[in-house]
């Protein structure tokens, strides 16, 4: 795997200590990856560097510019993690609305998802179970810290989990490697680590997953469009409890 994380040599201060102390601390690696499309430049990832094939494949997919793997005609990555080129069996032109949001870049103009129909339904408890499986793996956060996590889940285990610095990036992630996976199971709960905007709820629809978790907070904006696409956000899972914010009738005593 790529290193995401290195060692760097810091200087300590502790209140009471009459000097201060040397050592070594791993951080996160931020790595700036350009995204071409056909031999042209489409924007620039700030993220962490494992897994950057299905970051852009993720990315692709949720904004839209595929609809499935097989529109792919190739895709290879720089051996210094500088560059992805992307080349589609039917090139498509740049897209010339992009949209700059709270952690990145989104392109306007995908096509709206209709509402999630799923009559999924889990008990309270097999969500702080699944939530607990999904925190057990993180383990680029547990050894560094910093990191954001995304996994996905059919509702019995944790299927798939991805890391990086970015929230969006690894939803995008964690789309991608369930495309490249071949989409072998139905994802009925996607769990993050981080807040839950508007932007990451239009990627979730592309999931089609009616279920989303996270450890704290929806914006006011993604609870509304939850509301209306009939998504289940749930915030603020925290040891044996947490706050149902939409469509609560999911959720199982």
């Known amino acids: 795997m790529t290193n995401s994380k290195k060692p760097l040599k810091i200087t300590n201060f502790k209140s009471g200590n009459r000097d201060f102390t040397f050592g070594t601390l791993d951080i996160i690696v931020e790595q700036q990856v350009d995204l071409f499309i056909d031999n042209e430049k489409l924007l620039t990832f700030n993220c962490s560097p494992p897994d950057l094939d299905a970051l852009a494949i993720g990315f692709l997919w949720n904004e839209g510019i ?15 993690n500088s560059r992805i080129d992307v080349s589609l069996r039917n090139p498509v032109g740049k897209p010339q609305s992009l949209l700059r949001n709270s952690t990145g870049i989104s392109i306007l103009g995908q096509n709206e998802i209709e509402q999630i129909n799923n009559p999924f339904t889990i008990k309270a408890e097999s969500i702080i179970h699944l939530y607990n499986e999904f925190s057990s793996k993180q383990f680029l956060h547990k050894s560094a810290g910093g990191f954001h996590s995304a996994g996905l889940s059919d509702g019995e285990i944790v299927n798939l989990t991805v890391e990086d610095l970015g929230r969006h990036n690894c939803l995008d992630k964690i789309s991608g490697r369930f495309i490249i996976n071949g989409r072998s199971f139905s994802p009925k709960l996607i769990l993050l680590s981080g807040r839950v905007s508007s932007e990451m709820i239009h990627k979730v629809l592309k999931l089609n997953t009616p279920i989303i978790v996270s450890r704290t907070t929806p914006t006011t904006k993604a609870v509304e469009i939850a509301k209306t696409k009939k998504i289940t956000i749930i915030g603020y899972l925290r040891d044996d409890h947490f706050s149902i914010f939409t469509n609560p009738a999911r959720i199982l005593k």
């Open 66 to 80: 595929i609809n499935d793997l097989s529109e792919l005609q190739n895709i290879s990555i720089k051996s210094d």
